[in-house]
């Protein structure tokens, strides 16, 4: 849709759920802002001061949103732990947290944090088949004892993409409040995070919004909790009409910039704003529809011509998200057998590879490639053959 809008590396890159590429603007931008610093030093901060609330309307628009509801801000843990800290409230019986099995290890490890802390019990719903979750599992797991629940909008291993009005309203039942970690579906697809009645949601902008390694987090707190001071309060969360009057008392910014803490990397956030831009062109619609046209594409490939890579993701297009996962024994061996190939795709212990042809910039004919070759590694075997080591990406 925007192929020509990105540095597109040699080879093949079906990372992009992983790390999205560099809108060719970004570099333009990044120099500029760079430019700024060399010759207005701190002066400078007078236009950089609002720049992430500046960035708050086109964030509002991928997830559905109030701009008044949405920041760029930390990252996807150090956001949930501001979250958590605010909205989890055990009381008497109603302690538990509900979160799964599939989650990814970061939102666990923080959400332990907070039921340890303050004496609660996190439950997590297991998974029938080891890839994906069943809407009754987790229905069930929200009995009225629970007090808070975190959803993946889309799982990270296997794409399964979950039914955020419907479990908001069975958390919203059982008395609980609900979060989202929307990292693999936040431009990917369209949101309605608001009229969902979502209390929360976190997210990065590295994969699919394209903002670069280390972007800036964001998140979404419904208005109905803006009435709450934040848990983990910083001077860049305060009301920006009375920040530099540096007085002992913390006065909360009106809305969710009440939840950046420190100083904002404002690099990291012009490379947000030149991802942004791309974005705010772009019918979300019109996203979906293509990115479901290459996993389709890609499903499709696959069953015909590497029936010994299981799909794993959903094959309904309601369930499913932005990339593709195909367990296989040998997947370490194979995805880096593509690498050294010139292609990139991903792989997740202990047997998936997940290959995501994004929207923006993927094309049929690249799926086709990668197909070609996985068929001839599996009838060569040469991918048991190749050592080069998979680096670590996230
Ligand atoms: C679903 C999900 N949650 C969280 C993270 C990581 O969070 P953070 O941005 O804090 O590094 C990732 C990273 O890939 C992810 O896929």
Redesign the pocket.
């Known amino acids: 849709m925007r192929r020509g809008a990105f540095a597109v590396p040699p080879g093949i890159y079906l990372d992009g ?2 790390l999205g590429l560099m809108p060719l603007v970004t570099r333009d931008l990044l120099e500029r802002r760079l430019g700024e610093w060399s010759h207005e030093a701190a002066l400078g901060w007078e236009s950089w001061f609002g720049l992430a609330e500046s960035l708050s309307p086109s964030i509002a628009r991928l997830v559905g949103a109030g701009a008044h509801e949405v920041v760029a801000t ?7 732990h501001s979250l958590l800290a605010t909205l989890y409230r055990p009381e008497g019986e109603k302690r538990t947290v509900v979160a799964t099995a599939l ?5 666990l490890y923080a959400l332990r944090a907070w039921t340890d802390r303050l004496g609660g019990t996190l439950r997590l719903v297991p998974s029938r088949d080891g890839h994906t979750l069943h809407g009754d599992d987790l229905r069930a797991a929200m009995t009225p004892d629970v007090a808070l629940v975190l959803l ?1 909008t ?3 291993r296997s794409g399964q993409r979950l039914d955020i009005p419907g479990l908001t309203a069975a958390a919203h039942a059982a008395g609980a409040v609900i979060g989202w ?1 929307a ?2 579906s936040i431009g990917a697809m369209p949101h309605a995070l608001h009229d969902s009645g979502a209390d929360f949601a ?3 902008h ?2 699919y919004v394209n903002a670069g390694p280390g972007a800036p ?1 964001g998140l979404y707190l419904h208005e109905r909790w803006h009435h709450l001071t934040p848990g983990l309060p910083g001077w860049w969360g305060n009301d920006k009409t009375t920040q530099f009057e540096m007085t002992t008392g913390y006065r909360k910014a009106p809305g969710a910039g009440a939840y950046q803490t420190g100083t904002p990397s404002i690099l990291a956030l012009t490379a947000l704003q030149g991802a942004l831009g791309i974005f705010d062109g772009l019918n979300l619609a019109e996203v979906r529809e293509r990115s479901l046209a290459l996993t389709d594409h890609l499903i499709a490939q696959v069953d015909r011509h590497t029936p010994e890579l299981q799909v794993v993701t959903p094959r309904s297009h309601d369930e499913r998200g932005g990339h593709v996962s195909l367990a296989h024994p040998e997947a370490r061996e194979l995805s880096r057998a593509l690498r050294t190939l010139g292609v990139v795709p991903d792989y997740r212990e202990p047997d998936i590879l997940r290959l995501a042809p994004v929207a923006l910039y993927n094309t049929e004919a690249e799926i086709d490639e990668v197909v070609r070759l996985l068929r001839t590694l599996l009838d060569s075997g040469e991918h048991r053959r190749t050592l080069t080591p998979a680096s670590p990406v ?1």
């Open positions: 759920n992983s930390g990252s996807i843990t150090s956001n949930l989650d990814f290890p970061t939102d993946p889309v799982l990270y970690d990292a693999h976190v997210w990065c590295y994969k987090g996230t």
